[in-house]
């Protein structure tokens, strides 16, 4: 009897720990390549909330956010310093361009903003991930 309790608690505690969290944070992550193959940005787009952050190798003043069919800017702002934060409400899901300006570049990256909590199921329906994954 004592070993099968044991082994009961033994299993739960295994299931607890190793149980999967649905309401777990669902990020995209890009990034982008310098030509030397060093990581010039990366972009995260939280797609629960209305937030991207973006995070370069180098300080940056000046960023946009650009229609990926017309080019035209739909949003810009200046920074300083490697990171920001920006808020996305304002723009419709669907992909777009990211150019970064630093002193000496522009790095130019596509992203797709997507706020929605399955966006892997929408994902997978457009093939951008395997099932499965």
């Known amino acids: 009897m004592k070993k099968a309790i044991l082994t009961l ?3 739960l505690i295994v299931i607890v720990l190793f149980a999967q969290n649905a309401d777990k944070e669902k990020r995209l992550k890009y990034v982008s390549l310098a030509p030397d193959g060093t990581i010039a940005m990366t972009i995260y787009n939280d797609t629960t ?3 991207i952050k973006l995070e370069s190798a180098i300080d940056f003043y000046k960023y946009e956010i650009l ?3 017309s080019s035209e800017t739909v949003y810009h702002s200046i920074n300083k ?3 920001c934060i920006f808020d996305v409400s304002n723009l419709v899901n669907g992909s777009y361009k990211l150019r970064i300006y630093t002193d000496n570049f522009v790095i ?4 797709t903003i997507l706020r929605a909590k399955n966006f892997d199921k929408i994902l997978r329906k457009d093939g951008i991930i395997a099932q499965g994954e």
């Not at 130019?108 to 992203?111: A, G, R």
């Open 9 to 11: 608690i033994f299993n």
């Open 49 to 51: 909330s209305n937030n």
């Open 67 to 69: 229609d990926i069919n």
């Open 81 to 83: 310093g490697k990171t």
């Open 108 to 111: 130019t990256s596509n992203i």
